[in-house]
T-cell receptor
């Protein structure tokens, strides 16, 4: 099956902990993204990444960082979570030269 | 940064009627405008898109219009069905920024029988 996969589905943690979310795409795409969807359903870009370039949304706090081992994987690490980080984190991918982005199922983070 | 305004935030329609959602964007370099449908607990799914070299696109009961001069685009759902009830997001992207999608604030569409 070709798609965008994310793990875990859900994660509950305490303020100050470090968390890491995984994203893998088997679509052969070259560019991957992380989006945050908050409790009001607002969707905001966090990172865009291909092999050559990482683009960071200037509003993303420094405790967030993307990590990539190859073009099929883009993980998201949060160094010290805060309550406002509670959200659904959506990974997406796109083939270079195409326009369409395909989303994974998301990881719901709850920070207590 | 770039903003995409989306209205209305809530739209209630009767089954069989049309539903229209409007979006405006700021960045004149934006050249790709997708629409996503998101059902509760699911991820957003692309339902239709339009590029800046077109003014109109239609597929399976969906029509998208683009007015580049006014920086406005819209989604029209014809002959709505209960299965069209969901949240809809418009978005815009440009080549710079890695084609990241800038999303509108979403419209909750509710189709009643």
């Amino acid at each position: 099956e070709t798609a965008v996969f994310q793990t875990p589905n859900y994660h509950v943690t305490q303020v100050g902990n470090e968390v890491s979310f995984n994203c893998k795409q088997t679509l052969g795409h070259d560019t991957m993204y992380w989006y945050k969807q908050d409790s009001k359903k607002l969707l905001k870009i966090m990172f865009s990444y291909n092999n050559k370039q990482l683009i960071v949304n200037e509003t993303v706090p420094r405790r967030f960082s993307p990590q990539s081992s190859d073009k099929a994987h883009l993980n998201l690490r949060i160094k010290s979570v805060e309550p406002e980080d509670s959200a659904v984190y959506l990974c997406a991918s796109r083939r270079l030269g195409d326009y369409e982005q395909y989303f994974g199922p998301g990881t719901r983070l709850t920070v207590l | 940064g770039e903003q995409v305004e989306q209205l209305p935030s809530i739209l209630r329609v009767q089954e069989g009627s049309s539903a229209s959602i409007n979006c405006t964007y700021e960045n004149s370099a934006s050249n790709y405008f997708p629409w996503y449908k998101q059902e509760p607990g699911e991820n957003p799914k692309l339902i239709i898109d339009i590029r800046s070299n077109m003014e109109r696109k239609q597929t399976q009961g969906l029509i998208v219009l683009l007015d580049k001069k006014a920086k406005r685009f819209s989604l029209h759902i014809t002959d709505t069905q209960p299965g069209d009830s969901a949240m809809y997001f418009c978005a815009a992207s440009e080549r710079q920024g890695g084609r990241a999608l800038i999303f509108g604030t979403g419209t909750t569409v509710s189709v009643s029988p």
